[in-house]
């Protein structure tokens, strides 16, 4: 069980990189080529929502710093992927900062949202388009809504690992990514019922003109 009783996600190959990161720390290069692969693409996922293109860059600097400090983590695999996400977090804001960009912040009630299911509509819609899409869609969300999404379906953090990067509340960033999800299966929505629409106005203006033409 996570931190507030709730249960741990165990991501795929979580025990695989925690093994790997118990013997990268004991000096084994090639375990933590392993580790790297393993959470570099969800990292790199999280960063694109934050810094955008710059987020290989940013992405270098923060492995060089989890290679560095390597030594001091303690846990399993699920928790170097939070320890790796903080790092990561925090070298973007230092990205952001240098270019005199300030991350958004909304105020959140702090009332207690779970997370939808594994076949939610809110999963489903996130699934149904490309990674680029997503990003695209995410960056149009409150910084909060975005951050918590990325952390929770891109990066894989339960619940109260991705408050601690954060820096929030549980219950705060559970809110957060769900209405981050809400609003993009709404977004996804609306432009497949957009297509549609489309199609079914181009099918009565094809009508009309086909009564038109009868009168004549």
Do not use: C
């Not at 699920?78 to 991350?103: E, K, S």
């Not at 912040?105 to 009332?111: I, R, V």
């Not at 990003?135 to 953090?157: C, I, M, N, S, W």
């Not at 019922?193 to 003109?209: F, L, N, V």
């Amino acid at each position: 069980m996570g931190q507030g009783g709730e249960p741990r996600r165990t991501q795929a190959y979580d025990g695989e990189l925690g093994t790997a990161v118990a013997r990268a720390q004991e000096g084994d290069e090639e375990a933590f080529a392993v580790a790297y692969r393993i959470v570099q693409p969800g990292l790199l996922g999280y960063l694109r929502g934050l810094v955008g293109n710059d987020a290989e860059d940013v992405a270098s600097d923060a492995w060089l710093e989890i290679a560095r400090d390597l030594g001091r983590f303690r846990g399993d695999g699920a928790g170097f992927r939070g320890w790796t996400a903080t790092i990561a977090r925090h070298r973007a804001l230092d990205h952001l900062r240098r270019q005199r960009v300030r991350p958004r912040g909304t105020s959140l009630e702090q009332n207690v949202l779970d997370l939808p299911g594994p076949y939610s509509t809110h999963d489903q819609a996130l699934e149904s388009i490309t990674t680029e899409q997503a990003l695209a869609l995410l960056r149009g969300l409150p910084r909060d809504q975005a951050e918590a999404v990325l952390l929770r379906v891109v990066v894989g953090l339960d619940g109260p690992t991705a408050a601690r990067v954060l820096g929030k509340r549980p219950g705060a960033v559970r809110t957060a990514a769900h209405r981050g999800l809400k609003r993009l299966a709404r977004q996804l929505g609306a432009e497949g019922e957009g297509d549609g629409s489309a199609q079914g106005t181009g099918k009565t203006k094809g009508r009309a003109r086909g009564r038109g033409r009868s009168a004549d």
